[in-house]
């Protein structure tokens, strides 16, 4: 059972970090994310080529999030506002008690640990507040990073989908 309003997104807080709504403000940090690369590698889409797909990015971030579709946050240290990485909860459906988590961060801030921690955070508050069973991740399979990542916080590989790790609430333990 959903225990989330859909009204607003709420603000949660790490030891370093903090996730909020993303602003139109925030325009020229998400290009740092979603314009490079290297960081856009494994991602769904090639990065952006200039900033304007940033503004029609946040557009279909609010719509979905109207719809019920979505819930992104933009991730900042907690003593900065700017975005450093994305991540969220997608591709809801009621009927499994399922969605799909993601996240992208800046590569200045690799290997430091802070999506791990982001994650955690967002994990079991999403578990508990979306009322979901299973959560998934969708990583190509040279993404070890991600993979890594993923696999820490108790994801397991999915046996019908080579590229889907799954994360059941019965073996959330962190």
Request: proline share 4%; aromatic share 10%; charged share 20%.
């Amino acid at each position: 059972m959903s225990r989330f309003s859909w009204n607003t997104i709420p603000v949660l807080t790490t030891s370093r970090l903090r996730l909020r709504a993303l602003e139109k403000s925030d325009q020229d940090a998400l290009f740092q994310i979603y314009g490079d690369p290297e960081v856009m590698q494994f991602a769904s889409d090639p990065a952006f080529p200039n900033i304007s797909y940033i503004e029609q990015m946040l557009a279909s971030i609010n719509t979905l999030f109207e719809q019920h579709q979505s819930v992104e946050w933009g991730i900042t240290l907690k003593d900065a506002n700017q975005v450093i990485g994305t991540c969220g909860f997608h591709s809801f459906t009621p009927d499994t008690q399922a969605a799909e988590i993601g996240c992208l961060l800046r590569r200045l801030y690799w290997g430091q640990g802070l999506m791990h921690e982001a994650l955690s955070t967002l994990i079991p508050w999403g578990l508990e507040r979306f009322g979901l069973d299973t959560l998934y991740a969708d990583i190509d399979e040279p993404n070890l990073r991600s993979r890594k990542l993923f696999q820490r916080l108790g994801f397991q590989l999915d046996q019908e989908h080579s590229l889907l790790l799954t994360l059941k609430r019965a073996d959330w333990k962190q």
